[in-house]
């Protein structure tokens, strides 16, 4: 692939489910209640989002494609933009901005409380996703951006307590998630000793 | 079934119904999957007709019953009720049916029933989503005598002017309006008289979640989300959610000096 267009085709790759979305609240086509089908939609992207970001560094290594890894901060901002999206959506169309109400939810409601909590450390991987935070980091930077493993598994904890009976969607998430993680465990224990690259993929 | 004549009953709302196309196509009804747009796809699946319902237990005229046979002697009457579902949505339905209470009376329940149980429909051939074990299958749902009793409760065979829909629970359902929606059972099959009370689908599979009794209260939290609000389907902004869904007038007395959070 073309070195040039590879960015600006994954960006408006990762643009269309969000136009999709619009194209279906305003044509009317998010059924009877469609609020909670946005909260549903900008969930599940945003777990989709920070798992694809965590599978570019096994597909380059299992199948020698390395144009995720070059997409990468692109994927994994686009995590934090569906995330963005999903709290916007809960804070407005579900709590109408009632603060009160919406501190209550947090201290009250496990799924809340994590669901923030994975959101409020997505911020500091967001705001020190530049080179110039990169370099200025050191070897800090790659520590914490090893946060990036544990924000899914709350996500998915997230999703787990929050649906009624049927566990089965968080369980494939989870899954996927286990799946990555166990990757990079057994590299690990192959090399005895962490990559450099791979630190926070 | 058909729908005949239907007179005006008592209790209805003068609240704004719901769009006859979101009560038709935004269902809970696991039996035919467990997303709200599954049932509308795959409840044509289900056959209505014939239909008969097995009644046993505490009572003195148990037997098997034709829908026929059950519906015959029951005039047929609108209510506008309201349906709060335990997942903070609410509808505004005019359901076409008749007392509970009325068919009750016929079976002519001993002294020893103290509530009565009903169970949905199991067959995995026509209910595709009891293949998988989402729920205890089938699906089971119970009231005190004295819920089953009350006026409010409504046997449901319609819902605007027409038919009941097989999403929405053909031919024979449950309107309990003070209670969360599920207590709302469909499609029922069996009615049993039983002097203990029955454990319901939802109590087993979330004791800690779901009571006997789930009447809609905004002061009892569902353990892992607020009931204070609910979204009316159709409109934008969430309405408070009222003390047995706004039937306290009706309902509260069956309740007074129990305590309402441990009989959630």
Not at chain 1, 20 to 41: F, K, Y
Not at chain 2, 165 to 182: E, S
Request: net charge positive; hydrophobic share 45%.
């Amino acid at each position: 692939m073309q070195k040039r267009i590879l960015k600006p085709l994954v960006f408006l790759l990762c643009l269309l489910p969000v136009v999709v979305l619009v194209w279906q609240l305003l044509t009317d086509r998010l059924g009877a209640n469609p609020i909670d089908e946005v909260a549903d939609a900008t969930g599940e992207w945003t777990l989709r989002f920070l798992l694809i970001t965590l599978m570019a560094t096994p597909i380059k290594r299992l199948f020698g494609w390395g144009w995720m890894v070059r997409v990468r901060r692109m994927l994994g901002i686009f995590a934090f933009f569906y995330a963005t999206l999903h709290l916007v959506t809960y804070l407005w169309l579900d709590q109408f901005f009632d603060w009160g109400e919406i501190w209550l939810d947090i201290l009250d409601r496990p799924f809340i409380t994590i669901g923030m909590l994975a959101f409020v450390l997505l911020l500091p991987l967001v705001v020190t996703s530049n080179n110039m935070m990169m370099r200025r980091l050191g070897r800090n930077w790659k520590r914490l951006h090893r946060l990036a493993y544990v924000i899914p598994l709350l996500g998915v904890v997230h999703f787990w307590w929050l649906v009624k009976a049927d566990v089965l969607e968080p369980l494939v998430y989870g899954g996927v998630l286990a799946l990555l993680l166990l990757l990079r465990v057994r590299r690990k224990a192959l090399t005895g000793r962490v990559a450099g690259e791979n630190c926070a993929s | 079934i058909t729908i005949g004549e239907v007179k005006d009953g008592p209790f209805s709302t003068d609240e704004n119904k719901t769009d006859r196309k979101d009560v038709l196509t935004y269902n809970n009804f696991y039996e035919f999957g467990v997303s709200k747009s599954d049932p509308f796809k795959t409840a044509h699946r289900m056959k209505t007709d014939p239909w008969s319902v097995e009644v046993v237990g505490e009572c003195e005229k148990p037997g098997t019953f034709s829908l026929e046979d059950i519906l015959a002697p029951h005039a047929l009457e609108e209510r506008i009720y309201r349906l709060r579902c335990v997942e903070g949505w609410s509808m505004v339905i005019p359901w076409i049916g008749f007392p509970l209470a009325d068919l009750v009376k016929r079976f002519a329940p001993t002294s020893k029933a103290r509530f009565v149980e009903f169970e949905t429909l199991y067959d995995k051939k026509q209910m595709p989503g009891q293949r998988r074990r989402v729920l205890d299958w089938p699906y089971r749902e119970g009231l005190r005598m004295d819920e089953a009793m009350n006026p409010l409760t409504l046997m449901a065979v319609g819902l605007y002017g027409e038919t009941l829909p097989n999403q929405n629970g053909a031919p024979l359902r449950l309107v309990v309006p003070w209670k969360y929606g599920f207590k709302s059972i469909k499609s029922i099959v069996k009615i049993r008289f039983r002097e203990t009370q029955p454990t319901s689908s939802w109590m087993k599979a979330g004791p800690r979640e779901y009571g006997f009794y789930s009447n809609v209260n905004p002061n009892v939290p569902h353990p892992r989300w607020s009931q204070k609000r609910e979204r009316r389907i159709g409109e934008l902004r969430k309405r408070k959610t009222l003390m047995f869904n706004g039937y306290e007038e009706q309902v509260a007395a069956m309740y007074s000096g129990m305590d309402l959070k441990k009989y959630f």
